[in-house]
């Protein structure tokens, strides 16, 4: 595309005023004049997953719903002052052997995956080295299958029934 194809604006038609201010650029100009993308410093990235980092080994984060309406997610022993009331929470007022069941069960249904993973990424790797390539095709969509359809379902409903049976905790403002 020539410089007037880059001068089109989104309508189709030529901006030709001087005066115009370009958007703010999404692009930039690597070397030779190639078009790249910005790069977007890692801590403002959007996070794919639902969870903050090590919340796998420390366990899953506690939610705390304050009466005026605000809502945060902690880590087990953190205090919490609600910004509109100012009322303090404390997570460590939660017995810590219950929690620590959670935690130990949240991370024993995580295991199948993981293990899953390692076995089938290590056998696409023998096959790769042994020259077998083809196998590592047929390997990891049988995978892909077998785990999105025979053993996902099973084991989402039984980690369900699991935290079913959990305690839950009605986690009370600190007296002021």
Known sequence: MGKRGRAQADSGELDLSSDAQ???????????????????????????????PGTVLRGPQITVDC???????????DRWT??????????????????????????????LPIA?????ISLAVF?????????????????????????RPPHRRRFQQAMSDMPTWDLRAEAQ
Not at 116 to 120: F, I, K, Q, R, T
């Open 22 to 52: 370009p958007p703010a650029p999404e692009y930039m100009k690597g070397p030779m004049g190639i078009k790249r993308r910005k790069r977007i410093p890692f801590s403002q990235r959007e996070r794919l997953g639902h969870e903050t």
């Open 82 to 111: 609600c910004p509109s009331c100012e009322r303090v929470y404390d997570t460590s007022n939660i017995p810590r052997d219950q929690y620590e069941k959670i935690r130990k069960l949240q991370f024993r249904f995580r295991l």
């Open 116 to 120: 899953l993973g390692v076995v089938s």
């Open 67 to 77: 009466e005026c309406g605000e809502q945060a997610e902690l880590q087990y022993g």
């Open 127 to 151: 096959f790769t080295l042994s020259g077998n390539i083809f196998a590592v095709f047929i390997l990891l969509p049988s995978v892909i299958v077998a785990w999105f359809m025979l053993l």
